[in-house]
């Protein structure tokens, strides 16, 4: 059973750094592309950052770009997403994602973690 449980969120002031976990199991972690979406109230998912299999990376969202960061470690099977000088429109719940490589489809999901950005 493939299981993705994301950590790291909270309740953070504008300027401040997190780093979010994704700690992924039942599935061969290295084959596989992975993604960090996030979703803020009232609004539609957007994808926030990708990372391949031979650690490619991808930043969806422009206003994100120079202060997120994400990586991998495969020794772990976890995916982190690196985030600096947050700011209150990036409040939303994170999630973290897997993509088998040679598809465009995110077949599995974590539950989330929230990350609250107060100005």
């Known amino acids: 059973e493939v299981r993705l449980v994301e ?22 972690f290295e084959d596989y592309n992975l993604g960090w979406f996030r979703q803020a109230p009232g609004k539609e998912r957007e994808g926030v950052a990708c990372i391949t299999i031979k650690n490619g990376v991808t930043y969806e969202d422009h206003s994100v770009r120079g202060r997120v960061t994400i990586s991998r470690d495969n020794a772990r099977n976890t995916v982190y997403l690196q985030m600096n000088v947050v ?33």
């Open 87 to 119: 700011k209150p429109e990036d409040t939303a719940v994170y999630y973290c994602a897997v993509r088998a490589s040679g598809t465009t489809t995110f077949d599995y999901w974590g539950q989330g973690t929230q990350v609250t950005v107060s100005s």
């Open 7 to 28: 950590s790291g969120g909270g309740l953070v002031q504008a300027g401040a750094s997190l780093r979010l976990s994704c700690a992924a199991s039942g599935f061969t």
